[in-house]
């Protein structure tokens, strides 16, 4: 029964994002507390009526628990990792030396994987409404976390819970949003989205993130069809839109010093190639692929890859950021700041 919804959204999650019979908005407090009686609705960060659902249900999208990695050696790829383009998006985290690469083509069907990198417990999380890729430390107060999809969006953006409180986090913010953990905050780990050529470049060595069951869903297709192209809207989302830019654009957000937010649209970045922002430094190179764009994740336009690092003491260091769409950029960091230059 399972597999057989899993393959069914194959079909169906591309229909929800390009205008088709979208999922009930409606969805009551009193209704979730059947699918999750163990959250406690009562402490919450934010106002329940903007949490809406997604569609499919509680791990409906399923998170991977028991990641499996194909070794490179000396560049070379074995096994399911041939299949990769040099031109797709792959999520790149390194920690002390082990490097390992998340392919959008894998994270798009399941959106967190709950690894451990060089011993340190992590989330590796994507949002493909949003654009989003980031990665967490899964450790609070002490205490590893176990990330899996709660079905539900905010401001169209995808709404994780943990396994061992049920408490709802939203991805964009890192921060729990509802339930016993509400207003705690994950820290964020400096990760790239980065181009999988780039990647073997710098980790010929490293490690690629596969599928458990390469047969169950249609891994490297895009089921989000030209959500990204110009004139496209945010699903599900029906917040204020930021002043003088597309929703859909991509722009680099940074939090540049605490509580302080700033993003960059990619299109400034691509057209300088560089940008430095006191002592911090945005790259942009050609080479990357829109997982959103075409049918297939290699096939996507060419968006590029952005580096971001800090000068310290004559060294680079990468920071922690995000190549997201302006609408989510907008509508949660409101005090946040777009540059035009």
């Given at each position: 029964m399972f597999r057989a919804w899993i393959r069914s959204t194959v079909l169906v999650v591309p229909m929800m994002v390009l205008g088709g019979a979208a999922p009930s908005a409606t969805a009551a407090p009193d209704d979730w507390r059947v699918e999750w009686p163990r959250t406690d609705f009562s402490r919450s960060t934010v106002d329940l009526a903007e949490i809406r659902s997604g569609g499919p249900p509680k791990d409906g999208i399923p998170s991977i628990d028991n990641p499996a990695f194909t070794a490179l050696v000396d560049g070379e790829a074995r096994g399911w990792a041939k299949d990769l383009q040099p031109q797709e998006p792959v999520i790149s985290l390194e920690i002390d030396g082990d490097a390992r690469a998340y392919p959008l083509r894998v994270m798009m069907w399941?959106?967190?994987?709950?690894?451990?990198?060089?011993?340190?417990?992590?989330?590796?999380?994507?949002?493909?409404?949003?654009?989003?890729?980031?990665?967490?430390?899964?450790?609070?107060?002490?205490?590893?976390?176990?990330?899996?999809?709660?079905?539900?969006?905010?401001?169209?953006?995808?709404?994780?819970?943990?396994?061992?409180?049920?408490?709802?986090?939203?991805?964009?913010?890192?921060?729990?949003?509802?339930?016993?953990?509400?207003?705690?905050?994950?820290?964020?780990?400096?990760?790239?989205?980065?181009?999988?050529?780039?990647?073997?470049?710098?980790?010929?060595?490293?490690?690629?993130?596969?599928?458990?069951?390469?047969?169950?869903?249609?891994?490297?297709?895009?089921?989000?069809?030209?959500?990204?192209?110009?004139?496209?809207?945010?699903?599900?989302?029906?917040?204020?839109?930021?002043?003088?830019?597309?929703?859909?654009?991509?722009?680099?957000?940074i939090e540049t010093a605490p509580g302080r937010h700033e993003a960059y649209p990619l299109e400034l970045v691509r057209s300088k190639g560089e940008i430095r922002d006191g002592d911090i430094v945005l790259r942009w190179r050609a080479g990357q692929s829109s997982a959103l764009d075409a049918s297939t994740v290699a096939g996507g336009r060419d968006v590029g890859t952005v580096i971001v690092q800090r000068l310290r003491s004559g060294e680079a260091v990468d920071l922690p950021y995000d190549v997201t769409f302006a609408f989510a950029f907008h509508a949660f960091r409101p005090d946040g700041v777009i540059h035009r230059r």
């Open positions: 399941h959106e967190i994987v709950n690894d451990v990198v060089d011993g340190l417990p992590v989330a590796i999380t994507y949002c493909p409404l949003c654009n989003a890729s980031l990665v967490f430390d899964r450790t609070v107060g002490g205490r590893v976390l176990d990330f899996g999809t709660t079905g539900k969006l905010r401001h169209s953006d995808l709404v994780m819970y943990d396994r061992q409180t049920e408490s709802w986090w939203q991805q964009f913010t890192g921060e729990a949003i509802v339930g016993e953990m509400a207003g705690t905050e994950l820290k964020r780990i400096p990760s790239r989205l980065e181009s999988y050529s780039s990647f073997v470049q710098r980790h010929p060595d490293g490690k690629v993130l596969g599928p458990e069951n390469p047969s169950v869903r249609a891994y490297g297709r895009n089921p989000y069809l030209g959500y990204d192209r110009e004139g496209a809207t945010p699903f599900l989302y029906d917040g204020s839109m930021p002043d003088g830019i597309e929703p859909m654009a991509r722009v680099v957000a």
